[in-house]
């Protein structure tokens, strides 16, 4: 079935660094892709999104390329804030059928000052 | 701008009672899906409706009803709750075509 890998964590990072968050994905077709970001007992939050191959999703200075040929879609930031401590997780939803997001199963960011 | 509703935000229960989490979508969005993360763990899909019908099902406890009734809003029946039902339970809506999933703030059930 429809899957994403994520690297494990925890990522500890000092203030300013840069970020690189690995995530694959394995599908049957050609799926969305996400980012969401989730703080200290929160809610999920959509941080970007691509819906096809090449595209780039960014946001808050995060960003995401939907690479087909690696199936992959890494999340990086230049350079991150304390601010920046969550849980990320990649995902995936197909955009044909029921259309479910499937996770991968996260990874918490540490940044200190 | 309306965002999906959930209620209760946090719920504490005993062993073998009840529970109902409510959902309401955003306005016009017709297909509603439930999600189960529990602590450390990545959301795991539960349930999905599409216009009042069930349209996907996964990892959902035979304990663990759901509907979405006449008006979008969606309902998850728990019933003899067990220590490990204790999770954020998610709730997202989406819209027509192929548009994304907008989450909830979650509720949080607690099973003592």
């Known amino acids: 079935g429809d899957s994403v890998t994520q690297m494990e964590g925890p990522v500890t990072l000092s203030e300013e660094a840069f970020l690189t968050i690995n995530c694959t994905y394995t599908?049957?077709?050609?799926?969305?892709l996400f980012w969401y970001v989730q703080y200290p007992g929160e809610g999920l939050q959509l941080l970007l999104k691509?819906?096809?191959?090449?595209d780039k999703g960014s946001n808050k200075g995060f960003e995401a390329t939907y690479r087909k040929e690696t199936t992959s879609f890494h999340l990086e930031k230049g350079s991150v804030q304390v601010s920046d401590s969550a849980v990320y997780f990649c995902?995936?939803?197909?955009?044909?059928?029921?259309?479910?997001?499937?996770f991968g199963t996260g990874t918490r960011l540490l940044v200190s000052p | 701008a309306a965002g999906v509703i959930q209620s209760p935000r946090h719920l504490i229960k005993e062993k073998r009672e009840t529970a109902t989490l409510k959902c309401y979508p955003i306005?016009?969005?017709?297909?509603v899906y439930w999600y189960q993360q529990g602590p450390g763990q990545d959301p795991q899909f539960l349930i999905s409706?599409?216009?009042?019908?069930?349209?996907d099902k996964g990892s959902i406890p035979d304990r663990f009803s759901a509907q979405q009734f006449s008006d979008y809003h969606s309902e998850l029946n728990m019933s003899s709750l067990e220590l490990g039902d204790s999770a954020l339970y998610f709730c997202a809506s989406r819209g027509e075509g192929t548009g994304e999933l907008f989450f909830g703030e979650g509720s949080r059930l607690t099973v003592l």
């Open positions: 995902a995936l939803k197909m955009n044909t059928g029921f259309q479910k997001l499937v």
């Open positions: 409706f599409y216009e009042k019908m069930q349209s």
């Open positions: 599908a049957t077709g050609y799926p969305s």
């Open positions: 691509a819906t096809k191959a090449d």
């Open positions: 306005p016009r969005h017709d297909t």
